[in-house]
């Protein structure tokens, strides 16, 4: 039988949880009935802060690029925890680690970002090899956190294809405890298991960017799949949406507001009609 | 015929590259008879800039990973400029970028890093597909910096094998003027040609890191070979050595240096005999 844990409520698939971020997120999702994670992608602390209090209320999760503002200081961090308990959301810095256990193990618990103090959830690519979760592992799992692998790009001509997924997901088998789910465009359960493997049960969560409801792409690869197309036709768990939501003029607050709700809106109609 | 351009000297392999940092990184170990690059992986700047001073005179090239420094401040980054000016070497800032175009222009450029201001030469997984590279190279490309592919890596494991391999290096291909070479165990000259494709004259930098004379491997996945297996049987170019040179008595400053030259003198007796 083909895994199908998807078509539960989120809620009770939060029963099924072990990690206690997953658990986390699944439990925000039910509480607020949103699947939709923004990604807040601009380079001045300001108008990170302007957005993710606009959008806050909206959302399960933000998903940060904490490197590319150019005015970071440490204190925006604790801006960004307040934000997160006033607004009931998680947090998801999207570092895509991609190195070996011992360097990840560094860039993920020090540094100037200090990540794993402060993020529910972080990503990295599987092409290192088991030793990448080992290194994530080993500063994640006593504090509570969740991995997520790339097991697909959105991008053109991307290599996460074939037996590069099958590989990736296989390592996300073996460490469970930890890899909570993956960044992919469908859904991975069963994906790579073996003839005599029983996969029914599995539930990995699935986190899918390029999401858009009015543009098919950008001059950099990018490519665009609807709420529908992603959460129905592909059974993915979290729309995560970028200048979709937060769009060009970043001081309008109400339009942002306004296409969070839409996004929302969106991706929550899409899972109930998934629902079993 | 198969590519053999490495079998000629760093300087005359100089004269045919194109892009300023290949060009300067080649002349540089010509000029100073060192083939090593030692990775700085240290999490402090004091004992980061000790050790950068102390190896200095006998690398080429010095790996940092800037984003594990936990101490870190800009000013970091002058002295690190002047220390290169001082022992005459290049810089590899090894942020392994592994995101779509857009986000990597932003991390490459700008945040609290700004890595393109000073690393000549930056590397990054071919995961994502070419969009990563125009996007890196929008950044870097109009101030003379380079990139290295990751088209294999050392640890145990890894999914930078086979068709992904090949599909790293046709895409570097196509990018010549700023993709100057790899992060690998062995030459990639002609990989995934074509068989009507002259890639007689191909020549690109190979840069190798897991290289160590005493140890073979650590507890995080790491394998280690030895600068002979490197530069005299896989035709690399660069041993990128860490712990092997820097050890774990990090003021032991006079120990460090005997290990740099050791290292140095066994790269380059490997060197001089594969040249015909």
């Known amino acids: 039988m083909a895994p199908s844990a998807h078509l539960k409520s989120y809620g009770q698939r939060a029963l099924k949880q072990t990690n206690p971020a997953a658990i986390l997120l699944l439990e925000t999702m039910e509480r607020k009935k949103t699947n939709l994670a923004v990604s ?17 209320p909206f959302v399960c999760l933000i998903k940060t690029h ?11 961090i604790e801006r960004l925890e307040n934000l997160s308990l006033k607004h009931d959301f998680l947090i998801f810095e999207d570092r895509k680690f991609a190195d070996i256990g011992n360097t990840v193990a560094h860039q993920y618990s020090s540094g100037v970002y200090k990540i794993a103090r402060w993020s529910h959830l972080t990503n990295a690519h599987p092409v ?4 990448i979760i080992k290194g994530l592992a080993s500063v994640g799992l006593p504090v509570g956190r969740g991995l997520l692998l790339l097991a ?16 990736a997901v296989r390592m996300a088998r073996l460490n469970r405890d930890f890899v909570v789910g993956f960044i992919a465009q469908h859904r991975m359960d069963g994906i790579g298991a073996a003839p005599d493997e ?3 049960d599995e539930d990995f969560l699935v986190l899918t960017p390029g999401v858009g409801l ?9 490519q665009y799949r609807t709420p529908e197309e992603v959460i129905l036709d592909s059974g993915c768990d979290v729309i995560i949406v970028g200048r979709g939501v937060y ?12 296409r969070a709700e839409r996004y929302m809106a969106e991706g929550w109609a899409a899972y109930l009609r998934r629902l079993v």
């Open 152 to 167: 697909e790009m959105s991008t053109k001509g991307s290599l996460a294809t074939g037996t590069y997924t099958e590989d």
């Open 66 to 76: 904490i490197d590319i503002l150019e005015d970071f200081e440490y204190s925006l």
């Open 128 to 131: 290192p090899g088991p030793s």
């Open 198 to 200: 029983d996969v029914t």
């Open 247 to 258: 769009g060009t003029d970043l001081k309008a607050t109400a339009a942002i507001v306004a």
């Open 214 to 222: 009015d543009s098919k792409g950008d001059a950099m690869g990018q």
């Open 40 to 56: 807040v992608d601009v380079t001045t602390s300001a108008d990170f802060l302007t957005i993710v209090d606009a959008v806050g």
